[in-house]
């Protein structure tokens, strides 16, 4: 097999590279800000034209569910028919993925230098992993190992319910219903959830209720430049640590339980000190079963084109 196209399509970004399945490395990788005149197809001419390269076969991580043969995206305009652009771009093969599937796909190639780990003790190889994290959404899957293959358990679980468990978060929940009626986990924990807690927080405290970046929101808690932001960032990694600790135990993820997303690696230092792990392990009587499980920030630049390419590799 040649070297095969990967890409992964967020909502905000589309990354591209180049996948080597004898040495399971990339190459060629490339970002485009997803702009509203951008068609997907129209994307990857653009970067097979820049690499100047043809290719055979190609696996898309999408951020949306993957169903049929026609793809809507949630966070932004991308639409399109798979059978319709194999054919359009002449490919052999066209998979067409979760973007948290091949995030979890990545899980077995990543290295030491690729995690940094958050609490427990050693992953237990013979049980599930949890995979999740916090972007433009809120990306949930798992992986089991079956005989010599990975299979990963794709899912849309960042839009469950959060439970909230004290008053204080009960009243942020409270005005995020009078914005949205139904408050799904990925309305609190992604970059638009920062800003919505941000918000509800401004609305507790009644103050001026303006827009704010999520960058500026992290950047001014890390300088401790806002107290405001500060409390948004304390309160987005308790709920992370809540979330995670559900995950774990819907599959008793003994094998670890990985964070993706661009979120969080922009502040680990302040996620390992926060309540991220207290809310972990905070699960009653089932409270001993997480202490052990280990918890991984991915810091690899690029786990979803990784797994893409991890993926294909496995069907051929």
Known sequence: MKQVLVADIGGTNARFALYDHMTQTLSVIKKFTITAEMSLQQLIINYLNECSTEIERACLAIACPIE???????????????????????????????????????????????????????????????????????????????????????????HVELPMISEYENQVLAHLRQKFGRVSAERLLSGNGLVNIYQALAAMQQLDNTTIDPKDIVDNALNQSCSLCVETLTLFCALMGRFGGNLALTLNTKGGVYIAGGIVPRFIEFFKQSDFRKNFEQKGRMGYLLKTIPVYVVVHPDPGLLGAGMYLQQQN
């Not at 490919?91 to 609490?119: H, Y």
């Not at 972007?135 to 990975?150: D, N, P, R, S």
């Open 68 to 158: 049929g043969d026609w793809i809507d995206m949630t966070n932004n305009h991308i639409q399109f028919s798979r059978s319709e652009l194999q054919a359009a771009l002449g490919l052999k093969q066209l998979a067409v993925i979760n973007d948290f599937t091949a995030v979890a796909m990545s899980i077995p190639a990543l290295q030491p230098k690729d995690v940094c780990q958050v609490g427990g003790t050693q992953p237990d190889t013979d049980y599930p992993v949890a995979i999740y994290g916090a972007g433009t959404g809120l990306g949930v899957a798992h992986l089991i190992k079956t005989q010599q293959q990975w299979l990963s358990l794709p899912g849309e679980g960042g």
